[in-house]
């Protein structure tokens, strides 16, 4: 699994000199973000195939983690769509960094940023169930690995299943 970070969230995390994305599947991409609200920083994880999302408010603390935070975002967006994310993580196998995935996966996840909105956003709460039920379960939108419009979370979750019938 690969977990792409944009350049604002790899210079958060002081990590180093990243690779290019390698991996072939898509469903196995996640991309991260990080949406500014005044001093309040949240990060955005968006699967690069679907448009899954997670969100999550940062601590200072929690930069210096990303890859446990990145990890723990991708098991949330999973579980957030009915999904058993410990087969997902187990499938996509071992989690490390790269540069995102690609023009059209960032311009969803730039899209995801935009539509947060503050008012929504529950700063006692570190995860931020209601939008990402909003945005994974309710939103119908057009993402990087599919024709048309979707809900992230069935086109998730369908994807899923096909690449399970292909590996059993």
């Not at 996640?30 to 609200?37: G, K, N, T, Y």
């Not at 999973?78 to 059209?104: F, I, M, N």
């Not at 039920?133 to 096909?162: Q, T």
Request: with cysteine; glycine share 8%.
């Amino acid at each position: 699994m690969e977990i792409g970070l944009t350049e604002t969230v790899r210079k958060m995390a002081s990590a180093g000199a990243l690779p290019a994305a390698q991996e072939g599947e898509l469903l196995f991409c996640w991309d991260l973000a990080r949406v500014d609200f005044g001093q309040r920083k949240l990060l955005v994880a968006s699967n690069a195939a679907t448009r899954l999302c997670a969100i999550t408010r940062m601590a200072a603390a929690d930069w210096k983690r990303i890859d446990e935070v990145a990890l723990r975002l991708v098991e949330d967006a999973v579980g957030s769509a009915g999904l058993d994310a410990a087969r997902y993580l187990e499938l996509a196998g071992e989690a490390r960094l790269s540069k995102t995935h690609g023009r059209r996966a960032l311009g969803c996840v730039n899209d995801l940023s935009r539509m947060l909105d503050p008012v929504r956003i529950d700063m006692g709460e570190k995860l931020q169930w209601r939008e990402m039920e909003l945005l994974n379960c309710r939103l119908i939108s057009k993402c990087a690995g599919h024709e048309g419009y979707g809900v992230p979370a069935e086109r998730f979750a369908e994807d899923l299943r096909a690449l399970i019938d292909r590996v059993e």
